[in-house]
């Protein structure tokens, strides 16, 4: 037998009155005693089969057996019907039932009656059989294809770095720990240290698409304990300004093409895409406390900015037309090692967050690329540089000055078609709590 058709398109560019052979999903099974219809769901949409008792009262009986979500192949003739939804219908000569899906199901595909979030879950392969499910996921791949698009047209190279390892990057607070072959490593929290390591070597725009872990004992709607991290890390920089331009500039730069790439999966979701102008907004961090403080919040300087603050500061910039900014310039003491600080103002450090409706996306900023500073900020930090030297040692031996970003791509797709929980964005979410499916 041929191969069958796989979606609605080619069914519908197959000849009135030839033969096809269809594959998909048992939808759903009508039978009205002389007739049945049965939905079979092809990739992109519903093809109707439709039977009558008196042509063929074996297949006739075999159709009104089948049972919802099984995977059937269906040999037929199409035929005209101004009822049907596409104008026309498969009229059987044959069904061959591939693989039966057991009854009851644990999960609805088309029940009107949303199921609870962890059930959805629990059964995520039926789960992902739904229209709007599948919407996200073909927006989610068309904003990281796009981003992919826009940093090799600038120059990017994509790399690989290891996601075991021997040190932290990130704090010692998320990270995972494992034994390895008797020795300690760890689950990359990002790849921070070699995209930085790699600057050291000539490669000048690197970026990364991939994994990253934090053990997040926190359940919250914007944490997983693993995501996907879009890393990107840039050689010869005058200043973070040089990073601020390039992110600000491919996300825009994705968000417009997914508007135009994704009409019909963003229509499904209710989601209208608005592209924000550049350049985006810089707010430094003594002016984002000072809004803040006008909003009643009460904050001491040098205090992060909290989830609850973020939301009261994007609700500020929203109201002046801005969903998305950048928070610059944060207190040195609440970054990392590796961040850069403002010579002429140490307590405070070239480093940034894009924030976007509210909630956190991406970190980054110029990178602390000399040797002596350094080793100082690694002990400042209360890290044993022993445990660094080998990304120290990159340092040793001459490196330019450099900077980059590191983009969470699950919160921003969450944030992008306003879906109430970071695990919708992801095929198979991790959390505290969830190890499987
Ligand atoms: P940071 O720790 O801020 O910076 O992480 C960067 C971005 O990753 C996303 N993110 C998460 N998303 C979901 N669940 C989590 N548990 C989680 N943790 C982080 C967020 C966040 O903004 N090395 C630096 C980046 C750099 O300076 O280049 C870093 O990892 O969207």
């Keep these: 037998m041929a191969p069958p058709v796989r979606t609605v398109q080619e069914f519908l560019s197959a000849p009135v009155d030839g033969s096809v052979v269809l594959g998909g999903w048992v939808e759903d099974v009508r039978n009205l005693g002389s007739i049945a219809f049965v939905l079979v769901r092809l990739c992109d949409g519903t093809v109707q089969v439709t039977a009558k008792k008196k042509s063929n009262e074996a297949l006739f009986l075999q159709l009104t057996k089948l049972s919802r979500e099984s995977v059937v192949r269906v040999a037929g003739n199409v035929v005209s019907n101004r009822e049907a939804r596409q104008g026309r219908e498969l009229q059987p000569v044959r069904i061959d039932v591939l693989a039966a899906a057991a009854a009851p199901l644990p999960l609805g595909v088309v029940d009107k009656v949303g199921a609870e979030f962890d059930t959805r879950l629990d059964n995520r392969t039926i ?4 229209p709007a499910t599948q919407a996200i996921f073909r927006v989610r791949s068309l904003l990281e294809g796009a981003l992919r698009g826009e940093l090799h047209r600038r120059g990017f190279m994509e790399v690989h770095t290891p996601k075991l390892a021997g040190a932290g990057a990130e704090g010692g607070a998320t990270l995972f720990q494992t034994d390895y072959f008797g020795r300690r490593a760890y689950l990359a929290q990002s790849p921070q240290l070699y995209k930085q390591m790699l600057m ?7 970026f990364e698409i991939a994994p990253a872990f934090r053990a997040e004992p926190s359940d919250t709607v ?29 996300v825009v730069g994705a968000f417009a093409s997914v508007r135009e790439g994704a009409k019909e999966a963003l229509t499904s979701l209710g989601v209208e895409i608005r592209v924000p102008s550049l350049p985006i907004p810089r707010v430094p961090y003594v002016e984002a406390l000072e809004r803040l403080r006008e909003r009643g919040k009460r904050i001491r300087d040098g205090d992060d900015i909290d989830t609850e603050g973020e939301k009261a500061l994007g609700q500020s910039m929203a109201e002046k037309g801005h969903e998305m900014f950048f928070i610059t310039e944060y207190p040195t003491a609440i970054k990392p090692f590796y961040v850069m600080a403002n010579p002429e103002e140490p307590e405070y450090s070239y480093s940034f967050d894009l924030e976007y409706r509210g909630d956190e996306m991406a970190s980054g900023g110029q990178r602390e690329h000399r040797y002596d500073v350094l080793l100082e900020n690694l002990k400042t930090k209360g890290l044993d540089p022993a445990g660094f030297e080998f990304y120290l040692s990159a340092f040793r031996y001459g490196i330019p000055p450099h900077g980059g970003w590191g983009l969470g791509v699950d919160r921003l797709v969450q944030r992008l078609l306003a879906l109430p929980n970071i695990r919708e964005a992801i095929l198979f979410p991790r959390d505290r709590n969830r190890l499987q499916p």
């Excluded at 050291?200 to 690197?206: E, L, S, Y």
């Design 127 to 130: 789960d992902l059989r739904k």
């Design 200 to 206: 050291a070597t000539g490669f000048d725009r690197v």
């Design 222 to 250: 914007r944490h997983v304990t693993e995501f996907v991290s879009f890393d990107g890390e840039v050689s010869w920089i005058e200043d973070q300004e040089d990073i601020l331009r390039i992110i600000e500039e491919i």
